[in-house]
């Protein structure tokens, strides 16, 4: 079994600056995916960045990269020159690569970008 | 290429009610997923399907939920006899799966959101 942590509810950062969103896991898996997903207010869910375990290198989407520390299982996202249209919630989901389909959600961090 | 689409987008019922929701992947989508989401909770997930076959079911749909994907295209979800902890939004996923391309990234549709009275 699969599990996710997002241990702030909330965060707030000032337009232009960097936020960074913390996310640990948990699994016996040996080969799985990481991903971020956002979610605006009364908007459907949009996939931010995806990361293949395999992988040493940090994903980076434009403004979007990840801190993938495997053996401390934790996948912190951080947001850069951050814009009025990245407040929404966000949440970090797991994936096995080994038959599993379902993704697993942590409870999400909602984030306040303050002009 | 659109996107994936659910309909309707709000249901209002009464308990006791059925109801029967829609979801239409992204064309040549091969997989089609079901979760739910309980207000300032991540979504759960609730069944999957490669083509028409439904190959994983999670404990949380209970006898009273039903999904069906008959062509191996558009998905129903059904609930039989509503009840009020059956208030939540409903999303439908779909990846490429076995069709190639990022297979393991799951693409959401807009949610059914349910009211049971």
């Known amino acids: 079994a699969q599990t996710v942590t997002q241990s702030q509810p909330e965060m707030s950062v000032q337009e232009a600056e960097t936020v960074t969103l913390s996310c640990t896991y948990d699994t016996s898996e040996s080969d799985y995916y990481l991903f971020w997903y956002k979610q605006p207010p009364s908007r459907q869910m949009i996939l931010v960045i995806r990361?293949?375990?395999?992988?040493?290198q940090n994903a980076t989407e434009n403004r979007f990269s990840v801190n993938f520390q495997k053996a401390a299982k934790s996948f912190s996202l951080k947001i850069s020159d951050s814009q009025l249209g990245d407040a929404a919630m966000y949440f970090c989901?797991?994936?096995?690569?080994?038959?599993?389909?379902?993704?697993?959600f942590g409870t999400g961090t909602r984030l306040t970008i303050i002009p | 290429d659109t996107g994936v689409s659910q309909d309707p987008r709000h249901k209002i019922t009464k308990r006791g009610q059925n109801v029967t929701f829609r979801c239409d992947p992204i064309?040549?989508?091969?997989?089609l997923y079901w979760y739910r989401q309980t207000l300032g909770q991540g979504p759960e997930f609730l069944t999957y399907?490669?083509?028409?076959?439904?190959?994983?079911k999670s404990r949380l749909l209970s006898d009273r939920f039903s999904a069906e994907r008959p062509k191996g295209s558009f998905s129903t979800l059904e609930i039989q006899r509503t009840e009020q902890g059956d208030s939540a939004m409903y999303l439908c996923a779909s990846s490429p799966g076995l069709a190639g391309g990022r297979a393991d990234t799951q693409y959401f549709g807009p949610g059914t959101r349910l009211t049971v009275l």
């Open positions: 989901a797991s994936k096995s690569n080994f038959g599993n389909e379902k993704l697993t």
């Open positions: 399907f490669q083509n028409e076959a439904q190959l994983e």
């Open positions: 990361q293949e375990a395999y992988k040493q």
């Open positions: 064309s040549e989508h091969n997989r």
